[in-house]
């Protein structure tokens, strides 16, 4: 059975930092690939970055020069770093997994920017 979990969020400064998390089960080599997604409040949901099987990672544009998609096998762990957030950065934030049957979703964690 396919989760995904994700952790790291909450209320953060402006210009701060995060690691988000997220906990893979049964295991990253499953997955063709994974994602990292946001949705901000009244607006859709964006992808932000991606890392494939092989390991190639791949961001938005608009926000590649702030973000490190990275994981760790062993631990079944994908990670996102984020850097110099601002309020407009507040949102909840996804994994994602894709696989022949379908993409799969984590529940989100929530990243509030404070001014």
């Known amino acids: 059975q396919v989760q995904l979990m994700e952790s790291g969020g909450g209320l953060v400064q402006s210009g701060g930092s995060l690691r988000l998390s997220c906990s893979v089960s049964?295991?990253?080599?499953?997955?063709?690939?994974m994602s990292w997604y946001r949705q901000a409040p009244g607006k859709e949901r964006e992808m932000l970055a991606k890392?494939?099987?092989?390991?190639?990672?791949s961001y938005a544009d608009s926000v590649s020069a702030r973000l490190l998609i990275s994981r760790d096998t062993a631990k079944k762990q994908m990670y996102l770093q984020i850097s110099r957030l601002t309020p407009e950065n507040t949102a909840g934030y996804y994994c994602s997994a894709n696989m022949l049957s379908g993409q799969y979703w984590g529940q989100g964690t929530q990243v509030a920017v404070s001014s």
């Open positions: 890392i494939t099987l092989g390991g190639i990672t």
């Open positions: 049964p295991s990253i080599f499953e997955f063709n690939a």
